[in-house]
């Protein structure tokens, strides 16, 4: 009989998605062979003509080069519209979680471990009756809980998602702690067993912070502002170590500016956009690369000329309707999910989560 688990969390962008590229590498070095399933997907995307499947699933199948059919790995999508369609009784969740069951019974059938990606925290699709608990429960799996870092604020978080296991009869095999300071190490790993202890849960992990993980690339933000790329197509996965907002005059911001920055202007500042492709000229020219990106903000749109010169030094640039303040508090409370295309990152990923998980008792 094949082992398993689900994987669950106490919220969206805690990690859960890194976590599962980590753990599934760490799993298929213990086993022969792993299968995964996301039962119950919300962001999709069509890898197929006609098919569509949870973003994670495509991640995960391609990077891993599973052969386990798209269907099965994502039976079931919850896309904008579908919650109304099920109250109006045009679905129901007996049929969905029939599917769930069906497909999972499949991959589980051909490999020796499961692993199982939820969706949000652990009551996310409860308004279609196929919370994580009730979906985990009916494929009679554990739940691992990943929670993001701290003492008091993550047990809590936790104890509110361990009750509706526990409502279920859903057994939480242990709790990872995600994005770990380094600072807060020693103490979160001496003080939160203690805390797990009452309820006899291990603590299987504590995931050290990564700022590369957490920094968004260039593809980032023009899929986040629904921007595509006026040029620098093959500079799209561009990380960039600082932004900087353009307030001040020309001479401050020639002064200042510095390699691999993101830089937000407005359009009423030609002058500035002018700067920077002179700035990406000079490098070029003595064979380096500036290595900046660019964000125009406001109603203007750049002119064909500018974006000409723009491509002419493959400046990755996107223009946002929204003024540059606003353009960038959006981008200061905005969380990047990993793409299957950022392998940099997702291989950093796969590297610091397998090396800080307790497989032995995570299986």
């Not at 269907?71 to 079931?76: A, C, E, G, K, N």
């Not at 009551?123 to 985990?136: E, F, Q, R």
């Not at 010169?309 to 959006?330: A, F, N, W």
């Not at 999910?337 to 998980?357: F, G, R, T």
Request: glycine share 8%; hydrophobic share 40%; aromatic share 8%.
């Amino acid at each position: 009989m094949s082992r398993g688990i689900f994987i669950g969390a106490t919220g969206q962008n805690v990690g859960k998605t890194t976590l599962c590229l980590g753990i599934f590498a760490g799993l298929r070095k213990r086993f022969g062979s792993v299968g995964f399933i996301k039962p119950v997907g919300q962001q999709h995307v069509e890898v197929e003509e006609g098919i569509k499947v949870d973003k994670d699933v495509d991640l995960i199948r391609r990077q891993f080069s599973l052969d386990s059919s798209w269907r099965d790995m994502s039976p079931v999508l919850i896309p904008r519209g579908f919650t109304r369609r099920f109250l109006d009784g045009e679905t129901n969740s007996e049929a969905l979680l029939k599917d769930i069951q069906n497909s999972f019974e499949t991959i589980r059938s051909k490999h020796e471990f499961t692993l199982v990606e939820g969706t949000g925290h652990t009551g996310v699709g409860s308004i279609v009756d196929l919370n994580n608990a009730k979906v985990a429960k009916a494929l009679n799996m554990d739940m691992v809980i990943i929670a993001s870092a701290g003492l008091g604020s993550s047990f809590d978080e936790i104890a509110l998602n361990k009750t509706l296991c526990d409502h279920y009869g859903v057994k939480v095999r242990g709790v990872i702690l995600n994005r770990v300071q380094e600072d807060k190490r020693s103490m979160v790993q001496n003080y939160f067993p203690k805390a797990l202890k009452a309820w006899g849960i291990p603590l299987l992990g504590c995931i050290p912070f990564n700022n590369f993980l957490s920094t968004p690339c260039m593809s980032d933000f023009a899929t986040y502002f629904k921007s595509p790329l006026l040029s620098g197509e093959r500079w799209k996965l561009r990380h960039f170590r600082h932004t900087r907002l353009v307030a001040g005059s020309l001479e401050i911001f020639e002064n200042e500016v510095a390699p691999n920055e993101l830089v937000i202007t407005p359009g009423s500042r030609p002058e500035i956009v002018q700067a920077l492709i002179n700035k990406h000229m000079s490098y070029k020219k003595s064979g380096g690369d500036f290595e900046g990106g660019l964000i125009i903000t406001g109603p203007r749109t750049p002119s064909a000329e500018l974006i000409a010169q723009l491509q002419s030094v493959d400046l990755p640039t996107i223009h946002v309707s929204t003024v540059s303040y606003e353009t960038m508090r959006e981008i200061t409370h905005f969380t990047a999910k990993i793409q299957k295309e950022d392998l940099s990152k997702v291989n950093q990923a796969i590297e610091l989560v397998e090396a800080h998980i307790d497989f032995d008792l995570l299986c």
